[in-house]
C-alpha cells in the first residue's frame, strides 16, 4: 500500500490542493489502484513551494505539483511505483 499525502496546509490550499486532491482520485480511479493507494491529507510538510502544492509519497516529498504537471507526476511517483511493487 503507498500512502500519498498531500499537503492542505495554508500556503499549498492557496495553491490549489483541493484541485490535485480532485486529480488524484480521477487518477486512482482511472487506473483502477484504489486498493493500493491510501489518499491523505497533510498539515504543512514544511516545504512551501513558490508555485503548486506538496505531495509526500511515503517519505519523499514532492514540492511544486500543478494541474499541469500533476500527470507526470503520477505517472512516475505513484504509478511506476506501484507497478514495481506488483513485479
Ligand atoms: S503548506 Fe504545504 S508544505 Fe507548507
Do not use: P, W, Y
Not at 20 to 36: R, S, T
Not at 44 to 51: H, P, S
Not at 62 to 76: A, P, S, Y
Request: hydrophobic share 40%.
Amino acid at each position: 500500500m503507498l500512502i500519498v499525502q498531500v499537503c492542505v496546509g495554508s500556503s499549498c490550499h492557496l495553491k490549489g490542493s483541493a484541485e490535485i486532491v480532485e486529480l488524484l482520485q480521477k487518477a486512482v480511479e482511472e487506473h483502477h489502484i484504489e486498493d493500493e493507494v491510501t489518499l491523505a491529507g497533510s498539515f504543512c510538510i514544511g516545504k512551501c513551494n513558490r508555485v503548486g502544492v506538496t505531495i509526500q509519497v511515503e517519505d519523499d516529498v514532492h514540492v511544486g505539483i500543478t494541474r499541469d504537471n500533476f500527470r507526470e507526476f503520477f505517472n512516475k511517483n505513484i504509478l511506476n511505483v506501484i507497478q514495481a511493487e506488483r513485479k
